[in-house]
């Protein structure tokens, strides 16, 4: 708010998502080729998709908020809470 400018947010924000994309997309590939007779492997494939699948969600469902212009700042997306004065 004191630069009057969202570009360093933006950029830490933006980085932020990016490595967490990375890390966990390529913890889940690393995890993929897993002989079918392993199970430990297998599960830990899984573990490693559905942690990325939930990361996924969790930052489509945030970015897809939007504020729908009232002067109270209230959030219209599905599951997010609103804030009144």
């Known amino acids: ?21 990375h890390a966990r997309f390529h913890n889940l ?12 492997a297998g599960r830990e494939f899984i573990e490693s998709y559905v942690t990325f699948i939930h990361y996924v969600e969790r930052l489509y469902k945030t970015a897809a908020e939007t504020v729908d212009g009232d002067s109270h700042g209230k959030i219209v997306s599905g599951g997010a809470h609103e804030h009144h004065t």
């Open 29 to 40: 590939i690393e995890k993929k080729a897993f002989r079918a007779d392993d199970v430990a």
């Open 1 to 21: 708010m004191d630069t009057g400018s969202l570009n360093e947010l933006e950029r830490l924000l933006t980085e932020s998502v990016k490595k967490g994309l």
